[in-house]
């Protein structure tokens, strides 16, 4: 008995030790949080990532972050989504809703935003036009739809297969090696953020049960929501009733891009992120800000579609926007050269 006691205290001890190590050590290091099997192991931009969380995350350094002020901002399409073929998820739904729901009857302006989002598509040229057209008749197309309805509806059209791609729904079009990112962040005590042009709405459903952020941390596209009874009466002068139900109207309050982004941040989170992570111009204020904050160490991450092989990138466009974010500071995220597979290896790109 002495000799099982005097072993169970030795092992204790060992791991008593162990632990004290590991505490010591927490402080000078990021969690692993995973082991980024899906990134090349020669990735800079990984490596920038991993140095920059461990120095807020060290107790011990000048750059130090508290938990409640590691704020991460992620914008959606092209940064966490596939940007597919080459239109957004949400035109695609769009265009469906206007030309084949047959539950719904489009009028001539919406049927126009659905042509120019169809040409487009087939072209690869978007048409200026359509970014600020689309929200304007988006929110008429699903004006009236309760919360769960709209969910619903995303829901069942996201489980279709991604036009340009064999093995793939739009359910399933996360950039894999991105997910890690925001899974190690999390673990490393960051409190992340969708902050994209997308509706709000779509972004949690298309999310849910795909990426480890919390319903309330989606910002997005927004439109007016009223109780159904309501008509036109202000909510001021409006009280909900007990058999009302919150729906969407034809409202647009802001499409989510650019200079916007900043002022959604602003809003709701009160104050500013320390780490973002965007692809595009539409993400550029969203960079700026972030780099600007004057309390603590911030940095800006952004994506380069440069990979025309597993995806629809173009590698020259890529090359020319590397080359401008990395002349602003900002750390560049290669698809093309940092990751080992983009959708997963069953997925193939064809032709659309």
């Not at 988006?138 to 995303?154: D, S």
Request: aromatic content about 10%; some cysteine; charged content about 30%.
């Amino acid at each position: 008995m002495n000799r099982i006691s005097l072993a169970k205290i030795k092992a204790v001890s060992l791991m008593f030790v162990i632990c004290v190590i590991g505490t010591m050590f927490s402080g000078c290091a990021g969690k692993t949080g995973n082991d980024f099997t899906l990134w090349e192991k020669e990735a800079k931009s990984l490596a920038a990532l991993k140095e920059y969380v461990a120095d807020v995350t060290n107790k011990n350094s000048k750059n130090f972050i508290p938990e409640e002020d590691r704020i991460a901002v992620f914008d959606l399409d092209g940064t966490l989504y596939g940007e597919l073929a080459p239109i957004y998820v949400e035109w695609w739904m769009y265009a469906y809703r206007v030309n084949e729901d047959s539950s719904f009857q489009a009028d001539e302006a919406e049927k126009e935003v659905a042509d120019k989002i169809v040409a487009s598509a087939k072209s690869g040229k978007i048409d200026d036009s359509i970014e600020l057209g689309h929200a304007i008749q988006n929110a008429r197309a699903f004006a009236g739809m309760t919360i769960e309805g709209y969910a619903q509806y995303v829901g069942e059209f996201v489980k279709r297969d991604a036009v340009g791609f064999n093995n793939m729904t739009y359910k399933d079009a996360f950039y894999k090696p991105m997910i890690e990112v925001v899974k190690y962040l999390n673990a490393n005590g960051f409190t992340v953020y969708v902050c994209s042009g997308t509706d709000r709405f779509m972004c949690r459903e298309l999310a849910s049960g795909v990426l480890p952020i919390a319903e309330n941390h989606f910002i997005g596209m927004d439109v007016m929501l009223k109780a159904r009874g309501q008509g036109n009466t202000d909510g001021l002068e409006y009280v909900y009733a007990k058999d009302d139900e919150v729906v969407r109207t034809d409202e647009l309050l802001i499409k989510n891009v650019k200079m916007n982004k900043v002022s959604m941040l602003s809003r709701e989170l009160g104050k500013a992120p320390v780490l973002c992570f965007g692809n595009s111009s539409g993400d550029e204020s969203m960079a700026a800000y972030t780099t600007q904050n004057e309390k603590y160490k911030a940095k800006a991450f952004m994506l380069v579609a440069d990979d025309d092989v597993r995806d629809y990138g173009n590698v020259e466009k890529g090359n020319e926007k590397a080359e401008k974010w990395r002349s602003k500071g900002y750390e560049v995220i290669s698809m093309k050269n940092d990751w080992k597979t983009i959708y997963g290896e069953k997925v193939i790109k064809t032709s659309k």
